[in-house]
């Protein structure tokens, strides 16, 4: 059984810049849920996809944006970057009504 | 973004000692789970609580869910070197919703 993979690993873009993540859940795992985490905090809910669809969404800016795709796989797409946009971006995948989600590993973006 | 208080924020334990964190939130969730982060890696589910009172057990790891559905606590028995790492709460606020509300976690040392 594959479990959670993000790519990439890290990242470095300029403000002002546009960024995508991907994640692809594991198998047999149609929802997928995305979190921010800044260093030294714990993890923030930015959204969560199922059937392709946006379902439910923490406190972040329309700049932040997602899909998912008919194999459940995800990405994260985040536009005019800011510096505050620097933290690690962790995937996590499950199936509906589930109360363990599965976590990859993350990205680490870095904005200068 | 709301988040969970938790402490102690860090904590320098000898081997061998017990740990006890804790959770305390002003809104009320219906599951509280328990994960650790290892560096480099995305958080792993070590305890799920999901009715107020109850206690589990996961090896040396015991946690309970606040009668009043506001707190959690988490105890690791005969702490071992592995048990190194950053413990984070998450709460949600309805069963299997998945939009997990994380605390700021607890960065546990294990002095040799």
């Known amino acids: 059984e594959t479990g959670v993979t993000q790519s990439p690993t890290h990242l470095i873009k300029t403000r002002g810049q546009q960024v995508t993540l991907r994640c692809s859940s594991q198998?047999?795992?149609?929802?997928v849920s995305w979190y921010q985490q800044a260093l030294g905090q714990g993890p923030q809910f930015i959204f969560q996809?199922?059937?392709?669809?946006?379902?439910g969404r923490g406190n972040f800016p329309p700049r932040f944006s997602g899909l998912q795709f008919p194999n459940y796989s995800s990405e994260l797409n985040v536009n005019a970057l800011e510096l505050d946009d620097s933290a690690l971006y962790l995937c996590?995948?499950?199936?509906?009504?589930?109360?363990?989600?599965?976590f990859g590993p993350g990205t680490r973006l870095t904005v200068t | 973004g709301q988040q969970l208080n938790q402490s102690p924020q860090s904590m320098f334990i000898q081997e061998g000692e017990d740990v006890s964190m804790n959770c305390t939130s002003s809104s009320i969730f219906n599951t509280w789970l328990w994960y650790k982060q290892d560096p480099g890696e995305g958080p792993v589910l070590l305890i799920a609580l999901y009715k107020a009172g109850e206690l589990t057990s996961n090896g040396r790891l015991t946690a309970q869910f606040g009668i009043t559905r506001k707190d959690s606590f988490l105890n690791i028995s005969a702490s071992i070197p592995s048990d190194v790492g950053i413990y984070f709460c998450a709460g949600d606020s309805i069963q299997g919703a998945q939009k997990l509300v994380f605390g700021q976690g607890t960065r546990l040392t294990i002095n040799p």
């Open positions: 198998s047999g795992h149609n929802t």
């Open positions: 996809y199922y059937r392709e669809e946006e379902n």
């Open positions: 996590a995948s499950s199936t509906p009504g589930a109360n363990e989600q599965y």
